[in-house]
């Protein structure tokens, strides 16, 4: 009776591009998920080394060390490159191999501050982009981004851009989930005590009312207000006296700061809550509709494709164990 032997070579073989000042999370979320799945897995099914356009021991944040092979340009590639971000990530160590990758349909992962770099120094961008929220706004101040978001990734022609941070490992999940079974991704999850594992398109978990970037007190506590009363929305009558602003006031200044009214930036903050208790959880669309303050499924539907072009049904039925979608 023959016995099935697990394959001599990994299925994946990933390559991690680290630098001086690397962010010492993203590289552990990197490496302790792959040494997770193949424990879970039982061998190397996934191949992971470290490397740098300055080779040898690399310190990062928090007096990390790792130790890092050589990036040859133009040999060795991985099936998958992961750029790790730092507070001195420089792009022009790492570009040519990101395009070498790409010109060998390989995908590519850009994290935190590498995304930033990327998202900066490249001209034209033809697909949706992301990084870390706390780079966003910095980024609209500087330039014009009309296809940056705030998801927790995001690809661009072969080059995936991403959150980076705490959110590592999930995405490195996505990466591999094609090469585990369910009940092989459960357990990773477990391991790694993860309560959900969130789709790369996911908004990033930052609650707007939190953003140190809006200075006016009085609109702070109108989108607290906002963000706290999705189930029965407040009406803008309420929600000035609450704040102690006149009506045209708020609207002024909301123009002035999203440049939207009010009434319209509730209505998105709902829509967006409702995207991802469609996305991530298994709550009945009603039982959305009414968390999310739609007076039914069908006024749900209609606020979920004037916002994104998709009824809720589709975006739920879409979802699955792969996370990530290399695909342009």
């Not at 040494?35 to 191949?47: H, P, S």
């Not at 990327?118 to 980024?139: E, K, M, P, Q, Y």
């Not at 939190?210 to 207000?225: P, S």
């Not at 509709?289 to 916002?307: K, P, Q, V, W, Y």
Request: net charge positive; hydrophobic share 40%; proline share 4%.
């Amino acid at each position: 009776m023959s016995s099935i032997l697990p394959p001599s070579d990994p299925v994946c073989r990933i390559e991690v591009f680290v630098q001086r000042g690397f962010d010492a999370a993203e590289l552990v979320g990197v490496t302790s998920t792959l040494d997770t799945a193949n424990a879970i897995a039982g061998y190397e099914r996934f191949g992971c080394r470290i490397i740098s356009d300055m080779p040898g021991m690399v310190t990062g944040k928090a007096q990390m060390l790792a130790r890092a092979e050589p990036a040859i340009e133009g040999y060795g590639f991985a099936d998958v490159m992961i750029v790790v971000g730092g507070a001195h990530v420089s792009r022009d160590g790492w570009v040519r191999r990101m395009r070498a990758m790409q010109r060998q349909n390989r995908p590519v992962i850009l994290l935190g501050d590498a995304a930033t770099a990327f998202i900066r120094t490249t001209n034209s961008l033809r697909g949706r982009v992301t990084t870390h929220w706390r780079d966003i706004a910095l980024l609209k101040e500087q330039g014009y981004y009309p296809n940056l978001t705030t998801r927790l990734a995001e690809n661009c022609d072969g080059v995936t851009t991403a959150a980076g941070g705490a959110a590592t490992a999930e995405l490195v999940i996505g990466l591999i989930a094609g090469h585990l079974s369910p009940v092989e991704l459960a357990e990773l999850g477990n391991r790694l005590l993860l309560p959900t594992i969130r789709h790369s398109d996911a908004e990033q978990p930052r609650d707007i009312a939190d953003n140190a970037g809006l200075f006016d007190a009085r609109v702070t506590k109108a989108i607290k207000l906002m963000e706290t009363h999705m189930e029965e929305p407040l009406s803008m009558t309420e929600l000035t006296t609450r704040v102690g602003l006149s009506t045209r006031h708020l609207e002024r200044v909301f123009r002035e700061v999203f440049d939207e009214t009010p009434a319209r930036f509730y209505k998105r903050l709902r829509v967006r809550r409702a995207r991802a208790m469609i996305e991530d959880t298994l709550i009945p669309l009603i039982d959305v509709a009414i968390a999310t303050g739609f007076c039914s499924h069908n006024a749900l539907s209609r606020a979920m494709r004037d916002e994104y072009g998709i009824t809720p049904s589709k975006m739920r039925a879409r979802k699955s164990i792969k996370l990530i979608n290399h695909q342009s």
